[in-house]
């Protein structure tokens, strides 16, 4: 059995949940702080991926970067990387789709959280820096870790922004679900099984992982109160 669509799916999701961390933290954390009528426009231009269908996403995608595109064209000629159809291009796609779970999961733990907390630490003398990674980023670390989690399991399972940008080629841009569609496609429902199985499995433990820290979650807030 050829385990590169795992392997492949796998480092997709894992580079893309690293990006869109540390993206979607940092948009939650200052679009928080925005007045009501901004945050709200920036949240439906944000969100707004999580709502369109992945094929629409793929096409946005290939017109922003395909080959004969300014963008695409210009990093061509430049330093001759092509930004579509190989196994990278898929991170693309899935950092658009998975960024708004990050997003919305983050800003509403920065939402919830106490800003006394803050404030007693600037009386402390102490740093914006150091108020955010040592009292803002543990107390919501819940919230932020369940939003890690969806994201890459979101990141995992993308199929249509993906197939369209990167294609699907053996061995160099198949993923997991590119891979069962192919394989449905040939009429080789034991292999599609195959995958299609593995995938719940990977889901599911995902899943599980974020109704336990939701879990958690309750059970510190319950504490607190």
């Not at 200052?30 to 369109?52: M, N, S």
């Not at 990093?75 to 919305?104: C, D, H, N, Q």
């Not at 999961?105 to 150091?130: I, K, M, P, V």
Request: proline share 4%; with cysteine.
């Amino acid at each position: 059995m050829d385990w590169y669509p795992l392997y492949n799916s796998l480092r997709i999701a894992a580079i893309s949940t690293v990006a869109v961390f540390f993206l979607g933290i940092l948009a939650a954390y200052y679009i928080a702080r925005l007045p009501r009528l901004i945050k709200g426009v920036l949240d439906v231009v944000l969100t707004l991926p999580l709502v369109l269908p992945p094929t629409v996403v793929g096409w946005l995608l290939l017109i922003l970067l395909g080959p004969k595109r300014p963008l695409g064209l210009w990093v061509l000629e430049t330093f001759g990387i092509k930004l579509v159809m190989t196994w990278w291009s898929a991170i693309f796609a899935t950092v658009v789709v998975a960024f708004p779970l990050m997003y919305r999961t983050a800003r509403g733990a920065f939402e919830s959280f106490d800003r006394t907390l803050a404030e007693a630490g600037q009386t402390l003398g102490l740093s914006n820096t150091y108020i955010f990674w040592h009292i803002r980023m543990p107390y919501c670390r819940q919230g932020i870790l369940a939003g890690t989690v969806l994201a890459f399991a979101r990141a995992l399972g993308e199929y249509g922004a993906t197939s369209m940008i990167a294609g699907y080629t053996p061995g160099r841009t198949a993923t997991i679900s590119t891979t069962v569609y192919q394989l449905w496609r040939t009429n080789d429902d034991a292999g599609a099984l195959c995958w299609v199985l593995i995938n719940i499995a990977i889901s599911a433990a995902f899943l599980l992982t974020v109704n336990l820290l939701e879990a958690r979650q309750r059970q510190s807030r319950k504490e607190a109160a």
